[in-house]
């Protein structure tokens, strides 16, 4: 009752919960001093008053006219908790949880949703058996057979003996049996409260379910308020026992106790979740499954749930639907932790009824889903499938305990029975009906539910026929041994306590309950047979429940017409067959009999014996029963068996009629046009006893009865009458007329699928089809109905038996002999019928196999389709050869092993000995796998299958042998003869009944027929003849008149079809090898004349030839078939030597056309002669390439004749692979003991800025201040620039700072006429200036190049004009007109502006070129070109349809907004083109006549100082990039070049990929490009030095292994294979683009000067304080603020160029000095390795830096020797913090010093050589004839062929040392000139790096290939890792976590608002450049990303077979396999993930 709300005042304050508990307290006498203290007091009081208990629970518990809100319960469970433990709770509960802290009992960890836990095969009881991963991680379980799982539920089972074995339990549970009970103070106090309020939390909740269920229509305040209650007092109790649970396992064990002890409060607790919230029942269950652990507790619910079973399945079944069983979880999560305990389920068998309870329900169900007929209707079934089967699936774990199997078989007959009953409503369900008019509108939708369903039935059936045998006679069936499993032994038998479930009472097992085992003198009286009596009895079920269902049956015509329909429309089936048996009893035998039988009555076995062509001879015993020779109607059964069904007498059980008819009755059926259906459980029931039974008598289970026999005693009645034993009643006729009707139906239905009849019934038919026939079903179905029919086929008279199938096929006019078809479908059934015929003669799956034989029949099944991983070959087996323990022995046998490699899995591949065993009859054959097979056969054995794998008579179980007599039957031969005739006489024009598939069959049939005949005439058996004759050999020679044909005989027919195929043979000869029918024919007319005389005297006729050599080969037996030979073999081996002919002549084009694809550059490169000049090279090299070029075909157009230049497709994509090598892969190890994620550092040692981003070095000066400098410095520009470029300059001036307004151009000095020349004649000019510098140095000595070297710089004046004379006329060339948006350089209201200054200490890393999000470009190519036009009008195309949103090709992986396409040839993705340019690129300039300069000499004598005797060029170098600075700066050089202020426009061809470049480099500004800044060349040669640097570390890694590869070879193969000709061809437009404006020129220059002045300081020495003042002045100043807010790549340029030399990258230093010196150098030899020495110092004073960070504890073992090294040591050892920019994670502190620093050189001499080979590339074509020639020298086939898998670094620096004349590091570094050069560039460095201020890295690193994450070698390591772990955005736990191998980030590839930046596509932008390598930790495979697509990628972790396991199905462990995560890597690193048709395609 609820109390009347109140309205009070609003100044009266409600009391708390608090106050009305005190004041419930205090009405009791409770002294106020101890309700001052609140609980403690109460605890204290009760204390001392025990009695007072329940008194004070009641007070502190709210009244039921009490209001309550959700605060009520909290507040007092808080009090009770006081009264529990008498004091504070919570130190009690600790108390308790110190005590039990090592005496852990049961796990009973909870898991949720998608948890993972671990099944061990060897440590569980049952498969539903599992552990958590920590139990799991604390057990030993090496060496046992585990997998890991996805839960749904349950609980960790580690501790219960009842789930999991002793040995399996980990370290911290030890059993039930280790609990401590509580003490007795705790139990005193706890127990009396702590039932009190179960006491009320059960009553409350049954008022709930009370008011609900009597009015559930209330849903008023009352009821709303009620239900609310009961929610918060189930949610505190449940979180207060959850907590105790938890905190101690013996307060679980007595919390347990007291909850079971409460009368009915489990039966509401399960009842709850149908009117308590989802939430608190989820914790309630939670509750519940920690309980479990307790066995007492578990037998106590276990009783309960059984009762509540059928109560929820009825709320199922009046709801109609699964919505019940979907929204109420117990069922399904209590159901299995249940039913699959060995010690308890017994005990509910028994005692609960449990199996009459769920047989019972399950009748229910399929009763309410019935139709009229008694058969389920499957569309209204559909809606309770799932409710269906859950209960199927507990009867089966209920039936899986053995000891329950035996006793329903021997004590409860009844339920089987009533088990029978429910099959009969299975039986026959959801029949399908050929559709002759319209498809149907409604496909049917729940087709695949009935398979499912009886795929579940059959799991059960199995479980009943092993009951049914588990006891065999010859056991001691005393009830002691027969029920012992029952029992488990317990450890205490004294402690109930400690019993397991199931021994806690003696008296109630099930044992106890069963009377004397009545199956005694059953087994006693047939001790001579091995079936035991109740797999007998339960045959003889079987039978009369399928004869009940017959009567029952509409399609059986006149039988199904006497029954009689059941009235009260219940769908029993039940009682309308006992009104038909009662009909049949009354002696009206209704079949229409084929013959007449004399009713004489005899045995079952003598009517078998007795069988032959008249079934007149066939005899009835009737009434024999179980027991031999018992009446069936007297039979003795045990148990309930004494009480047949309700409503039955014994005198309507008196035995079989239908089925023990004497005669062969006719039965009128049409598949096509009659109900048929698929699902028959009782039969296939039927024919798995049968087997079982065969089993035991002849098979390997039967052994002991064959030598207990003998062999002599196999002709014994009981061993010949098999049949007559286990199918007493039956007659041989009756049995298998009937028995085989339905299964036979059901292949007549299949081929009429398979003939396509059934079409128009939708997908629905041919689904059936090839479910019936697929592996899943096949054993089920498909395999037990060919048995059944098998059986038949033994007992039926054979004539009648082919007639019948003949007539079920609607074949039954082909034999009339007419030569027009009868229906298009005819010729498929005929080959299927066929088929089917010779699969029951010769298949021994059933009747002659061992479980070894069928195990290896399968394999050589499955493989002869394909290989095949182990997984796949065991998901092709049966349940059970799947579970035979010689599985791996036999696949050893027959398969030979490949071992995973690349992205292969371990593969299984048939034996070649093997192949014989092919079965081209295997049950399971489908069209596109036979087709399969066969092909793989022809390939292997080079013959057909088809005419060598002929159907043979194997062994076969001695009561089947009656299979003989159908393939020799007259019938048979009629068949065969007719298939003969239209094979022979069929018209050509019109379609043949005779097909050659049909033929095949046929013969087929015929040759194992001959085969059977043979057999046996050798052995004398009798079986097969009819009187003294076998009818096939009889007639075979008998001759019927054909009409026009004359008379022919089968034999006649065979000889005219030999030869006529011989004729056909000889036509074509292609089939002579391959498939030759003719000697198929051959042999069989030669087994028909040898077995039979009488057919030789009748081929001495037709063929006397022939017949002349059949005779001459019977005289001779060990005459050959050779010397059979006739002219048609002569014609055979003719047309051999032909075909060996045609196909040598096709192997030598082919050949030839593989030779012209072949290339291998290393093994091609010619030496150049000595004396060849480099102009020759050059020049041949050019007309070479003028010739390739001219040869590439545009792949749109394929004009070859057209004129237009062509260009090559090319990818262009950003990449960060060089920072991720620098920084090291993220590795395992760290990132499991940090717990954190791998923090990436994406940018590379020379960081890029964005070129948008602002600095913050600028000043404030005056609009005045800044207006005078500009004055002053166009006055000095005056003196030497001409008055155009000296006005074109004061107008950029004014269009760029609008606030300087009196600027005026002065009067230039330089009055004199502008010459022009051209700019490549400057280029020309200053190298050779730099050359005969060279020249003139060659004859100094060394102290003249000391002078030269520190005097060649000119005075500081002339320097500074020179510099703002090349930036003033860089200036000048440019356009004047100002970008749209306005300059930063405005005025403000003070009059100042705000510009960049370098004033400040210069910042190393400041502003470098490079693209925007990436390190750099990588280019590469298809390979193929196409013209400008073409492209243009096919990228015009796509991208309509792409707007149109049309399909196209490729539609999923380009993106037309960014320019993607792909390669209209090879599909590769491209997104520009590169222009091929022909002409001089590479010709070095001639000197002038008389000049003494050489361009060719590469080895004249060096003016550097000779180091160890190599001639080693610092010096040289050093002088030679002086003297090019020198040339550079004067102004008599430039003031030729003329400048014009216009923007350079770039080839047209050239367009498209200068675009692409300027989008990367600076996104989103548009016309960047229109400001005249943007150096094409310059653009071009970033990224062409990315891309070399890219090849190079994509060469350090190799596909197969994780190893480094050190060979320089491999990194030129690397460049060959993927872009040596693109990177040529670039090579070649950047020369030609270098000189093609003045801009670039002057860009070039002015970067020349500053790279010489970092490289010699020396010369400027006067000048390092103030080199940042310099650049220029305030030239450069108006450079750099003309526009801000865009870093040009000028200025980026010359910044770089300005900083100190050891700032940057030593490799990328070069390439820049290559760019800005005269292009010629670039091509000569000794320009190139001066170079090279120069910048190998730079590489070595680096990492001397960087070994100083890695051996600071080593310095003291260097300084005393003085060289470069201490110098550096000493100079560091000042500046600590300047070492800290260097950096390298790869330096090894153990490694010697000078191989440290060598190996940190490695990385840049391999990147010169590379370079240097591109230089000397000479050809530019991709598909030329395989050549391609490379400029080289002696040293390239001495040191380029080395092995990439033996290589060792050292050895490989070494070659390269000696390549570039580099002398041993130890002379280098005491060399005095390096050592003194060197410091000067340490000094610089030092000075310029500011200290205490953060610095970006230079990361230096050894040859170390690019790495992903290092990963544990066991996946389940990862999996535990990431399985729940959560985002770090929004804390959700990721349903699909990936690892992101790049920087070991955890994403997710599902995309989410809340979390954005972990979707894998954002991840992917931003961490690798737009690429992304994730792992699926789930699924186990690789998703990559490639911007906005992804694809697949195969596991890099595969089990213990070498395979995957995707999304863990099978659970195994996995292993890294190196291999393939090698194979993942090396195509990250050479950008593949683009360029790779496995990843596009998908």
């Given at each position: 009752m609820f109390q009347m709300e109140i309205h009070s005042s609003p100044e009266i304050v409600a009391p708390s919960h608090y106050d009305l508990i005190v004041q419930r307290l205090s009405q009791l006498g409770i002294?106020?001093?101890?309700?001052?203290?609140?609980?403690?007091?109460?605890?204290?009081?009760?204390?001392?008053?025990?009695?007072?208990?329940?008194?004070?629970?009641?007070?502190?518990?709210?009244?039921?006219?009490?209001?309550?809100?959700?605060?009520?319960?909290?507040?007092?469970?808080?009090?009770?908790?006081?009264l529990m433990f008498e004091g504070d709770p919570r130190v009690a509960l600790e108390r308790l949880a110190k005590m039990s802290a090592n005496q852990r009992g049961v796990c009973g960890a909870v898991w949720g949703s998608r948890d993972i836990a671990y099944r061990c095969r060897t440590c569980e009881h049952d498969p539903t058996c599992a552990i958590c991963v920590p139990c799991f991680e604390n057990g030993n379980h090496k060496d046992h057979d585990y997998s890991i799982i996805y839960t749904g539920g349950g609980c960790c089972d580690c501790g219960d003996i009842t789930a999991w074995k002793r040995k399996g339990f980990c370290s911290k549970h030890k059993g039930a049996e280790q609990i401590q009970p509580l003490s007795k103070d705790v139990v005193e106090s706890l127990g009396p409260i702590l039932d009190l309020l179960l006491g009320f939390w059960r009553d409350k909740l049954l008022f709930v379910k009370n008011l609900i269920g009597e009015t559930p229509t209330v849903v008023g305040h009352a009821a709303a308020v009620l239900q609310k209650a009961a929610d918060e007092l189930t949610s505190v109790v449940v979180e207060m026992l959850l907590e105790f649970c938890n905190q101690s396992e013996s307060l679980l064990s007595f919390i347990s106790q007291r909850v079971y002890s409460s009368a009915g409060l489990l039966d509401i607790l399960l009842r709850a979740e149908r009117f308590v919230d989802d939430g608190i029942i989820v914790k309630l269950h939670e509750l519940l499954l920690k309980m479990l652990g307790e066995p007492v507790f578990k037998y106590e619910f276990a009783k309960v749930f059984v009762l509540y079973y059928p109560t929820f399945i009825n709320a199922t079944i009046s709801e109609g639907s699964d919505a019940d069983f979907k929204k109420y979880p117990l069922m399904s999560?209590?159901?299995?932790?249940?039913?699959?305990?060995?010690?308890?389920?017994?005990?509910?068998?028994?005692?609960?009824?449990?199996?009459?309870?769920?047989?019972?329900?399950?009748?229910?169900?399929?009763?309410?889903?019935?139709?009229?007929?008694?058969?389920?209707?499957?569309?209204?079934?559909?809606?309770?499938?799932?409710?269906?089967?859950?209960?199927?699936?507990?009867?089966?774990?209920?039936?899986?305990?053995?000891?329950?199997?035996?006793?329903?078989?021997?004590?409860?007959?009844?339920?089987?029975?009533?088990?029978?009953?429910?099959?009969?409503?299975?039986?026959?369900?959801?029949?399908?009906?050929?559709?002759?008019?319209?498809?149907?509108?409604?496909?049917?939708?729940?087709?695949?539910?009935?398979?499912?369903?009886?795929?579940?039935?059959?799991?059960?059936?199995?479980?009943?026929?092993?009951?049914?045998?588990?006891?065999?006679?010859?056991?001691?069936?005393?009830?002691?041994?027969?029920?012992?499993?029952?029992?488990?032994d317990c450890e205490d038998q004294d402690s109930q306590r400690h019993a397991k479930v199931g021994r806690l009472s003696q008296e109630s097992s099930v044992s106890s309950i069963i009377g004397k085992n009545s199956l005694d003198d059953e087994a006693k009286a047939v001790d001579s047979f091995p079936v035991p009596s109740s797999a007998l009895w339960l045959i003889y079920e079987c039978l009369r429940s399928i004869e009940n269902w017959l009567g029952l049956d509409k399609t059986l015509g006149p039988l199904s017409a006497l029954s009689l329909k059941t009235s009260d429309g219940s769908g029993n089936n039940f009682l309308a067959l006992k009104r038909t048996l009662s009909r049949f009893r009354r002696g009206k035998y209704i079949f229409k009999s084929s013959t007449s039988s004399d009713g004489k009555p005899g045995t079952f076995g003598d009517s078998v014996n007795r069988q032959s062509s008249s079934p007149s001879q066939g005899g009835l015993k009737i009434g024999v029963g179980l027991e031999y020779g018992q009446p069936v109607g007297q039979a003795s059964t045990g148990g309930s068996d004494d009480n047949f069904l309700e409503g039955e007498s014994s005198c309507e059980l008196e035995g079989l009629r239908v089925l023990s008819l004497s005669g062969w009755p006719d039965i009128v059926y049409e598949v096509s046009s009659q109900e048929i259906s698929i699902h028959i459980p009782l039969h296939r029931l039927l024919s798995m006893v049968l087997h079982r039974a065969l089993k035991e008598c002849y098979g390997e289970s039967?052994?002991?009865?064959?030598?207990?026999?003998?062999?002599?005693?196999?002709?014994?009645?009981?061993?010949?009458?098999?049949?007559?034993?286990?199918?007493?009643?039956?007659?041989?006729?009756?049995?298998?007329?009937?028995?085989?009707?339905?299964?036979?139906?059901?292949?007549?239905?299949?081929?009429?699928?398979?003939?396509?009849?059934?079409?128009?019934?939708?997908?629905?038919?041919?689904?059936?089809?090839?479910?019936?026939?697929?592996?899943?079903?096949?054993?089920?179905?498909?395999?037990?109905?060919?048995?059944?029919?098998?059986?038949?086929?033994?007992?039926?008279?054979?004539?009648?038996?082919?007639?019948?199938?003949?007539?079920?096929?609607g074949?039954?006019?082909?034999?009339?002999?007419?030569?027009?078809?009868?229906?298009?479908?005819?010729?498929?059934?005929?080959?299927?019928?066929?088929?089917?015929?010779?699969?029951?003669?010769?298949?021994?799956?059933?009747?002659?196999?061992?479980?070894?034989?069928?195990?290896?029949?399968?394999?050589?099944?499955?493989?002869?389709?394909?290989?095949?991983?182990?997984?796949?070959?065991?998901?092709?087996?049966?349940?059970e050869l799947g579970a035979v323990d010689e599985l791996q022995e036999v696949l050893d046998r027959v398969a030979e092993y490949s071992h995973p490699s690349g992205m292969t899995q371990g593969m299984y591949k048939l034996r070649s000995s093997n192949w014989k065993e092919l079965d081209l009859y295997h049950p399971r054959w489908n069209l596109r796998d036979q087709q399969a097979a066969e092909e793989r056969y022809l390939r292997f054995c080079n013959v057909s299958a088809l005419t060598t794998q002929i159907p043979r008579w194997t062994k076969i179980y001695h009561p089947l042998r009656g299979l003989a007599k159908i393939a020799t039957c007259r019938t048979l031969l009629q068949v065969i003869r007719a298939v003969l005739f239209y094979a022979v006489f069929s018209d050509k024009v019109t379609s043949s009944r005779a097909p050659d598939g049909v033929l095949l069959t046929a013969l087929h049939l015929l040759a194992l027929a001959m085969d059977i005949c043979r057999l046996h005439k050798e052995s004398d058996d009798l079986l097969c003849h009819e009187g003294d004759v076998i009818p096939i050999l009889a007639f075979a020679s008998e001759e019927i008149c054909m009409?026009?044909?004359?008379?022919?005989?089968?034999?006649?027919?065979?000889?005219?079809?030999?030869?006529?195929?011989?004729?056909?043979?000889?036509?074509?000869?292609?089939?002579?090898?391959?498939?030759?029918?003719?000697?198929?024919?051959?042999?069989?007319?030669?087994?028909?004349?040898?077995?039979?005389?009488?057919?030789?005297?009748?081929?001495?006729?037709?063929?006397?030839?022939?017949?002349?050599?059949?005779?001459?080969?019977?005289?001779?037996?060990?005459?050959?078939?050779?010397?059979?030979?006739?002219?048609?073999?002569?014609?055979?081996?003719?047309?051999?030597?032909?075909?060996?002919?045609?196909?040598?002549?096709?192997?030598?084009?082919?050949?030839?056309?593989?030779?012209?694809?072949?290339?291998?550059?290393?093994?091609?490169?010619?030496?150049?002669?000595?004396?060849?000049?480099?102009?020759?090279?050059?020049?041949?090299?050019?007309?070479?390439?003028?010739?390739?070029?001219?040869?590439?075909?545009?792949?749109?157009?394929?004009?070859?004749?057209?004129?237009?230049?062509?260009?090559?497709?090319?990818?262009?994509?950003?990449?960060?692979?060089?920072?991720?090598?620098?920084?090291?892969?993220?590795?395992?190890?760290?990132?499991?003991?940090?717990?954190?994620?791998?923090?990436?550092?994406?940018?590379?040692?020379?960081?890029?800025?964005?070129?948008?981003?602002?600095?913050?070095?600028?000043?404030?000066?005056?609009?005045?201040?800044?207006?005078?400098?500009?004055?002053?410095?166009?006055?000095?520009?005056?003196?030497?620039?001409?008055?155009?470029?000296?006005?074109?300059?004061?107008?950029?001036?004014?269009?760029?700072?609008?606030?300087?307004?009196?600027?005026?151009?002065?009067?230039?000095?330089?009055?004199?006429?502008?010459?022009?020349?051209?700019r490549e004649t400057l280029e020309e000019h200053m190298y050779l200036s730099i050359r005969e510098f060279q020249a003139s140095l060659n004859g100094s000595d060394s102290k003249k190049d000391d002078e030269k070297c520190t005097t060649a710089g000119s005075s500081k004046e002339r320097r500074d004009n020179a510099e703002s004379f090349v930036l003033g006329k860089y200036i000048a060339a440019l356009p004047k007109d100002p970008q749209d948006n306005p300059s930063a350089s405005q005025n403000d209201s003070s009059g100042l502006v705000t510009m960049k200054s370098g004033s400040s200490k210069h910042r190393t890393g400041y502003d470098n070129f490079g693209p925007d999000g990436g390190d750099g470009i990588y280019v590469s190519s298809c390979g193929h070109a196409v013209h400008q036009e073409c492209l243009d009008r096919y990228l015009s195309s796509l991208k309509e349809r792409y707007i149109r949103r049309s399909v196209f090709e490729g539609g999923h992986i380009v993106n037309p907004d960014q320019g993607e396409f792909l390669c209209p040839v090879c599909r590769g993705l491209a997104n520009s083109i590169l222009p091929a340019l022909p002409g001089d690129l590479r010709k070095l300039p001639q000197p002038p006549a008389g000049s003494t300069i050489n361009v060719t000499d590469a080895s004249s004598p060096s003016t550097s100082s000779d180091v160890g005797g190599s001639s080693f060029r610092l010096q040289d170098a050093l002088s030679l990039l002086q003297r090019a600075a020198n040339v550079a700066e004067s102004s008599e050089a430039l003031k030729t070049l003329a400048t014009q202020n216009v923007r350079i426009k770039p080839n047209p061809n050239l367009e498209p990929i200068i675009r692409l470049l300027c989008g990367m480099y600076y996104p989103g500004q548009d016309k960047i490009l229109e400001t005249g800044r943007i150096?094409?060349?310059?653009?071009?040669?970033?990224?062409?030095?990315?891309?070399?640097?890219?090849?190079?570390?994509?060469?350090?890694?190799?596909?197969?292994?994780?190893?480094?590869?050190?060979?320089?070879?491999?990194?030129?193969?690397?460049?060959?294979?993927?872009?040596?000709?693109?990177?040529?061809?670039?090579?070649?437009?950047?020369?030609?683009?270098?000189?093609?404006?003045?801009?670039?020129?002057?860009?070039?220059?002015?970067?020349?000067?500053?790279?010489?002045?970092?490289?010699?300081?020396?010369?400027?020495?006067?000048?390092?304080?103030?080199?940042?003042?310099?650049?220029?002045?305030?030239?450069?100043?108006?450079?750099?603020?003309?526009?801000?807010?865009?870093?040009?790549?000028?200025?980026?340029?010359?910044?770089?160029?300005?900083?100190?030399?050891?700032?940057?990258?030593?490799?990328?230093?070069?390439?820049?000095?290559?760019?800005?010196?005269?292009?010629?150098?670039?091509?000569?030899?000794?320009?190139?390795?001066?170079?090279?020495?120069?910048?190998?110092?730079?590489?070595?004073?680096?990492?001397?830096?960087?070994?100083?960070?890695?051996?600071?504890?080593?310095?003291?073992?260097?300084?005393?020797?003085?060289?470069?090294?201490?110098?550096?040591?000493?100079?560091?050892?000042?500046?600590?913090?300047?070492?800290?920019?260097?950096?390298?994670?790869?330096?090894?502190?153990?490694?010697?010093?000078?191989?440290?620093?060598?190996?940190?050189?490695?990385?840049?001499?391999?990147?010169?050589?590379?370079?240097?080979?591109?230089?000397?590339?000479?050809?530019?074509?991709?598909?030329?004839?395989?050549?391609?020639?490379?400029?080289?020298?002696?040293?390239?086939?001495?040191?380029?062929?080395?092995?990439?898998?033996?290589?060792?670094?050292?050895?490989?620096?070494?070659?390269?040392?000696?390549?570039?004349?580099?002398?041993?590091?130890?002379?280098?570094?005491?060399?005095?000139?390096?050592?003194?050069?060197?410091?000067?560039?340490?000094?610089?460095?030092?000075?310029?790096?500011?200290p205490n201020t953060s610095q970006s890295l230079l990361r230096c690193t050894p040859a170390v290939p690019f790495k992903l994450m290092v990963l544990p070698h066991l996946y389940q390591e990862l999996l535990q890792r990431y399985i729940k772990k959560c985002c770090p955005d929004c804390g959700a736990v990721k349903e699909e976590p990936a690892l992101c191998l790049l920087c070991s980030k955890i994403c997710s590839p599902n995309w989410k608002a809340c979390c954005s930046e972990s979707a894998c596509q954002s991840h992917a932008m931003s961490c690798g450049a737009g690429i992304g390598v994730f792992l699926l930790i789930r699924r186990t495979t690789i998703l990559l990303q490639r911007c906005a697509r992804q694809a697949p990628w195969p596991s890099p972790y595969l089990d213990a077979f070498g395979e995957e396991d995707v999304e863990m199905y099978r659970g195994k462990p996995l292993f890294l396999n190196e291999e393939r995560y090698a194979a993942l890597t090396h195509m990250v690193a050479s950008h593949g993930l683009d360029r790779s048709s496995k990843i596009t395609a998908r």
């Open positions: 002294p106020g001093e101890n309700l001052n203290q609140g609980p403690r007091g109460l605890a204290a009081f009760a204390k001392s008053n025990r009695s007072c208990i329940g008194d004070l629970v009641s007070a502190i518990l709210p009244a039921d006219e009490d209001e309550v809100d959700e605060d009520v319960f909290p507040e007092c469970i808080i009090w009770l908790q006081w999560t209590f159901s299995v932790q249940i039913l699959t305990v060995p010690t308890l389920t017994p005990r509910l068998v028994a005692e609960m009824n449990l199996l009459g309870v769920l047989l019972q329900c399950l009748g229910n169900m399929f009763a309410s889903c019935s139709g009229e007929d008694g058969k389920l209707q499957v569309n209204k079934w559909a809606n309770l499938y799932e409710t269906t089967i859950r209960v199927v699936e507990d009867l089966r774990f209920v039936i899986s305990h053995s000891t329950v199997s035996k006793y329903l078989c021997h004590r409860r007959r009844d339920l089987v029975r009533k088990w029978m009953k429910v099959l009969a409503s299975v039986q026959g369900m959801n029949t399908q009906k050929r559709e002759i008019g319209s498809h149907p509108e409604d496909e049917n939708e729940n087709a695949h539910l009935p398979f499912s369903l009886c795929h579940y039935i059959h799991n059960v059936l199995s479980l009943l026929v092993a009951g049914a045998f588990s006891v065999s006679i010859h056991d001691d069936t005393r009830e002691e041994t027969f029920f012992s499993s029952c029992i488990l039967g052994s002991s009865y064959l030598q207990r026999t003998g062999s002599a005693d196999r002709s014994s009645v009981r061993y010949n009458d098999f049949f007559g034993q286990v199918l007493d009643g039956c007659h041989p006729y009756g049995f298998s007329a009937f028995l085989m009707e339905h299964p036979l139906r059901i292949r007549v239905f299949c081929a009429q699928v398979h003939a396509e009849m059934w079409r128009r019934n939708g997908d629905a038919p041919i689904l059936f089809s090839e479910w019936y026939r697929s592996a899943r079903w096949s054993e089920q179905g498909q395999e037990l109905d060919l048995f059944l029919l098998q059986c038949c086929a033994a007992l039926a008279p054979p004539d009648l038996y082919v007639q019948r199938i003949l007539e079920r096929f074949l039954s006019d082909y034999l009339s002999l007419d030569l027009e078809q009868s229906s298009e479908h005819e010729p498929v059934l005929v080959a299927e019928m066929l088929s089917l015929l010779i699969q029951i003669v010769k298949e021994r799956r059933f009747c002659g196999l061992t479980t070894a034989e069928c195990l290896q029949r399968e394999l050589v099944y499955k493989l002869s389709i394909g290989d095949a991983t182990r997984s796949q070959l065991v998901k092709s087996l049966s349940r009409s026009k044909y004359g008379e022919q005989s089968m034999l006649s027919l065979l000889v005219l079809l030999m030869k006529m195929h011989e004729k056909e043979n000889a036509r074509n000869f292609m089939e002579a090898d391959n498939f030759n029918l003719s000697s198929l024919i051959l042999s069989i007319v030669k087994t028909i004349v040898e077995l039979e005389p009488e057919c030789m005297t009748k081929l001495q006729k037709l063929a006397p030839q022939l017949a002349a050599q059949f005779s001459h080969s019977l005289s001779n037996d060990n005459a050959r078939d050779t010397d059979l030979s006739s002219d048609s073999e002569k014609h055979k081996a003719k047309s051999r030597e032909r075909q060996a002919a045609i196909l040598e002549k096709m192997r030598a084009q082919q050949s030839k056309f593989l030779e012209s694809f072949h290339f291998d550059g290393d093994d091609e490169m010619d030496e150049m002669d000595d004396t060849k000049s480099e102009q020759e090279a050059s020049d041949s090299d050019i007309s070479d390439d003028a010739q390739e070029s001219a040869q590439a075909v545009c792949s749109l157009c394929h004009d070859a004749k057209s004129r237009n230049s062509v260009s090559f497709l090319v990818l262009l994509q950003k990449s960060r692979l060089l920072g991720f090598v620098n920084q090291g892969p993220p590795s395992w190890e760290q990132v499991s003991r940090s717990g954190k994620e791998h923090v990436s550092y994406v940018t590379t040692s020379s960081n890029h800025f964005s070129p948008s981003s602002n600095s913050d070095d600028s000043e404030m000066i005056s609009s005045s201040e800044l207006e005078d400098s500009v004055q002053s410095a166009l006055e000095d520009f005056a003196y030497t620039g001409k008055p155009r470029e000296v006005n074109a300059l004061v107008e950029f001036i004014k269009a760029r700072f609008p606030s300087i307004k009196n600027v005026r151009a002065p009067d230039s000095k330089d009055t004199s006429e502008m010459t022009s020349s051209s150096s094409h060349s310059l653009i071009l040669w970033d990224a062409l030095k990315y891309s070399l640097m890219s090849t190079e570390i994509a060469a350090r890694s190799v596909k197969s292994s994780l190893s480094p590869n050190y060979s320089i070879g491999a990194v030129f193969k690397e460049l060959n294979s993927s872009s040596c000709f693109i990177l040529t061809l670039l090579l070649d437009v950047i020369q030609s683009t270098r000189t093609t404006d003045s801009q670039t020129i002057l860009l070039r220059c002015h970067g020349l000067q500053l790279f010489v002045r970092s490289l010699c300081p020396g010369a400027y020495q006067d000048e390092l304080s103030n080199r940042s003042k310099r650049q220029g002045g305030t030239m450069l100043y108006i450079l750099e603020n003309a526009d801000p807010k865009v870093r040009y790549p000028d200025v980026q340029l010359w910044r770089q160029a300005s900083e100190p030399i050891l700032a940057r990258d030593a490799f990328s230093s070069f390439m820049w000095m290559l760019f800005c010196l005269p292009w010629p150098i670039l091509s000569c030899k000794e320009s190139y390795f001066s170079l090279v020495h120069v910048f190998y110092v730079v590489t070595v004073t680096q990492a001397i830096i960087i070994c100083h960070n890695a051996r600071k504890s080593k310095e003291t073992k260097v300084e005393f020797v003085d060289n470069l090294i201490t110098d550096i040591y000493r100079l560091l050892g000042e500046r600590r913090e300047a070492a800290q920019y260097f950096q390298s994670y790869f330096c090894d502190p153990a490694y010697d010093i000078n191989d440290a620093i060598r190996s940190i050189t490695f990385p840049y001499l391999r990147r010169c050589a590379l370079l240097w080979k591109l230089i000397n590339c000479s050809k530019i074509m991709p598909f030329g004839n395989g050549v391609r020639s490379w400029g080289g020298s002696s040293y390239e086939s001495d040191y380029f062929e080395s092995s990439a898998n033996t290589a060792e670094e050292l050895t490989e620096i070494q070659k390269l040392e000696k390549m570039f004349n580099i002398p041993s590091l130890n002379l280098i570094v005491n060399d005095v000139e390096t050592r003194s050069t060197a410091l000067r560039w340490v000094g610089c460095f030092l000075e310029m790096v500011e």
